[in-house]
């Protein structure tokens, strides 16, 4: 580190484990915190803040009473793709747990967005998502009762709810979506194995189908350490 003696400590501990972390593999451990301190001769605090920074981002991750290198981001496109086609793009297992399967009356906000009335029954399906096994995501969808409730005959709740759909005759043509940056509810940390304090990423999605009917409204929180988000842009011109 004396090349890098005017630079700030905390941009030089950073650097130098971006660069440890680029020659490691993914579950491969990351040394302890306090021999990080000594190799770089800083405080314990300094790496600690460095190693945060890096939880965050999802480059490394908690196992046991240790740090190892995460493997990367599940990247999801940004498409009338269900989350199943994104996981098995990127060579992962995706999963679901059911939490809530539940009727529930329409609230304002809810009854517009599905194009309802006000205190009409819905339907509100809530599910942890996996990929390989572990909880990325907690989502829940919206779906207005008197056109899928032959769902709760037909549909398997760990499997794919837009395939369904599709199956029962009903093609997706536009969503709206809306992303940003949320800490979860105690609720959500839980049900997603996380903390409070580790910043989420927030979906949320209206679908239309071809005739312009709305099919579902969707809240979905993403853990940010573990899922990405791309889309792809082109020139109307």
């Known amino acids: 580190m004396s090349g890098a003696a005017r630079l700030p400590k905390p941009y030089v501990v950073r650097t130098a484990l971006d660069e440890m972390l680029a020659d490691l593999q ?17 405080a314990r605090e300094t790496v600690r803040q460095a190693l945060h920074e890096l939880l965050v ?3 490394i991750e908690r196992r046991g009473r240790g740090t190892v290198v995460s493997r990367p981001k ?3 496109p940004l498409s009338l793709k269900s989350y199943t086609d ?3 793009r990127m060579g992962r297992v995706p ?19 599905l194009s309802v009335p006000a205190g009409e029954p819905i339907m509100h399906l809530e599910r942890v998502l996996l990929a390989d096994g572990q909880r990325i995501g907690l989502e829940s969808t919206y779906l207005p009762n008197h056109r899928f409730g032959y ?14 759909i599709r ?16 800490l979860p509810s105690p609720r959500e940390a839980d049900l997603l194995e996380s903390t409070t304090a580790m910043p989420m990423l927030l979906l949320d999605r209206r679908s239309l189908d071809t005739e312009g009917v709305p099919i579902e409204a969707v809240r979905a929180v993403y853990r940010g350490d573990r899922v990405a988000f791309e889309a792809v842009l082109t020139d109307p011109d």
Do not use: C, H, K, N
Request: charged fraction near 25%; charge should be negative; proline fraction near 5%.
């Open 26 to 42: 993914e579950g491969d451990p990351v040394p302890a915190e306090r021999e990080l301190a000594v190799r770089f001769g800083v």
């Open 57 to 59: 981002e999802g480059r």
């Open 74 to 76: 599940l990247t999801q």
């Open 86 to 88: 994104g996981a098995l």
């Open 95 to 113: 999963g679901r747990l059911l939490v809530t399967w539940e009727d529930i009356e329409a609230s304002p906000a809810l009854a517009a967005a």
């Open 151 to 164: 769902l709760r005959r037909t549909f398997d709740p760990t499997t794919s709810l837009y395939a369904a």
């Open 167 to 182: 199956a029962g005759g009903v093609r997706f043509a536009s969503a709206v979506e809306r992303i940003e940056t949320v």
